[in-house]
């Protein structure tokens, strides 16, 4: 009975680790909070190195916001095979941002985008 017990507790726990934050709107709304509340440790998990680097030093010029919630709204999704596009908006800004993700070893992670490079939103 024990072994039971203890295979399924395993199974729920691989099967709930490999559902959460896989799709790109979610990795985006944990960015955006992220950014804007100063949480550097989930913001490192959730972007490539490069992207870390860029909104590490934009981080820096922003004022934390306190206690507010973001209201993150899902304005549009596309995604072409491993790089998604996500234009949403916040509370903490009155312009929509556009994050692009690319997919790294089955996972999105938000990634800076070239100045040239054009979102198909």
Same mark, same amino acid.
């Given at each position: !009975? ?19 934050n896989s799709d790109p709107a979610s990795v ?21 190195? $490069? ?9 820096? !010029? ?6 507010? $919630? ?52």
């Open positions: !009975m024990k072994k039971i017990t203890v295979y399924s507790l395993v199974v729920l726990f691989i099967s709930c680790a490999g559902t959460t985006a709304e944990i960015v955006a909070e992220s950014f804007y509340q100063g949480k550097e440790a989930t913001l490192k998990k959730h972007t490539t190195p $490069e992207g870390f680097s860029t909104f590490s030093n934009l981080q820096k !010029m922003f004022a934390k916001p306190k206690g507010s $919630e973001s209201n993150f709204k899902l304005i549009d999704e596309v995604t072409e095979g491993d790089v998604a596009w996500v234009k949403y908006s916040t509370s903490y800004d009155k312009t929509p941002g556009i994050f692009k993700l690319v997919k790294q070893d089955g996972v999105w992670k938000v990634t800076v985008r070239d100045p040239k490079e054009k979102a198909p939103l």
